[in-house]
């Protein structure tokens, strides 16, 4: 399935009020991203954090992992989607059945950035940004050009400009684009987003995850927030219900937008700024401390 409507209240902004705030709902669904917030540094789901997510299936509430990384990735996580097997993948590009296991992975919904969109982000960013580098995420394909830094532990497909990868008779022409990733080599990674997003104005979508100046752009519209918007819209599930954790500029929408929403301890500062609540480091559990504490208020409610 192929989708790039537009999504409404993709992000929420909470009206100011003098009385006293009604008593939130029970949480139904906790959406995580996985780098820098669920996992630790080393990659791993600590012991601690796989009992929180569990206990959090067990008492009926939905776990979905969002992040940037795409669908071969997820092998990380794997061994810990419980019921559903659900996953946001490439930063709300893709919603992906992980239950087959890595190599195996079914494609539910795919938002993809249209070639048309991608060869004039392409473009703009090269007028605005000399020296700007890039590679092409597909669903099942990589490739890149051939001055993009090795940044990612995949050999790509095809080695090709951009222009190349992009046109209609290039590798994997049939495909979705997924997204397109921008390097840098010398600008700020703040200053470069603020940049890309400039100069391609409403031709993609732009966000960055990485701690290098490395951009990910996606089709008009797509985000986290917005695919997450629609798993919970087919659910019946309000985003008053979802409870939300990140900790780079791809995660913002997503927990400006959920009802209950915290940044982690190590979380770059605009996600502070946007999530509702604040935890500990990804290092320290941040998630599953979160997760113990809603379920504990639950028992006692």
């Not at 939905?62 to 795409?70: D, Q």
């Not at 409870?243 to 929403?261: I, K, Y």
């Not at 915290?262 to 946007?274: E, K, T």
């Amino acid at each position: 399935m192929r989708e790039n409507g537009p999504v409404t209240s993709a992000t929420r902004k909470p009206a100011p009020s003098a009385s006293p705030e009604p008593p939130r709902p029970r949480p139904r669904l906790i959406a995580t991203d996985l780098d820098g917030t669920l996992l630790r540094d080393d990659k791993s789901v600590s012991p601690r954090t796989v009992a929180a997510l569990a206990a959090a299936e067990e008492a009926g509430i939905e776990v979905f992992f969002v992040t940037g990384r795409p669908a071969r990735w997820m092998d990380v996580v794997s061994d810990h989607v419980h019921g559903h097997g659900l996953a946001i993948c490439g930063n709300g590009a893709a919603v992906v059945d992980l239950h087959g296991g890595p190599g195996t992975h079914r494609f539910v919904k795919v938002r993809e950035l249209a070639r048309e969109n991608a060869l004039d982000a392409v473009r703009l960013l090269r007028d605005a940004a000399p020296g700007t580098v890039y590679a092409v995420e597909q669903t099942y394909g990589f490739n890149q050009e051939p001055d993009y830094p090795k940044l990612h532990m995949e050999i790509p497909d095809v080695l090709a400009p951009a222009e190349q990868l992009l046109g209609p008779d290039g590798p994997g022409a049939d495909e979705p684009v997924l997204k397109i990733l921008a390097f840098h080599p010398t600008l700020d990674p703040d200053a470069f987003l603020t940049l890309a997003r400039l100069a391609i104005g409403d031709r993609a979508g732009v966000t960055r995850s990485s701690p290098s100046a490395l951009l990910e752009i996606s089709g008009p519209g797509v985000s986290k927030a917005s695919t997450l918007a629609l798993c919970c819209a087919e659910r019946g599930i309000s985003h008053e219900e979802v409870v939300a954790f990140g900790d780079m500029p791809n995660d913002v929408e997503m927990l400006t937008w959920a009802g209950r929403s915290y940044a982690m301890g190590n979380a770059h500062p605009d996600v502070i700024a946007a999530a509702s609540g604040r935890t500990v480091a990804n290092n320290e559990d941040g998630v599953a401390v979160v997760v113990e504490q809603l379920l504990a208020e639950a028992l006692e409610a």
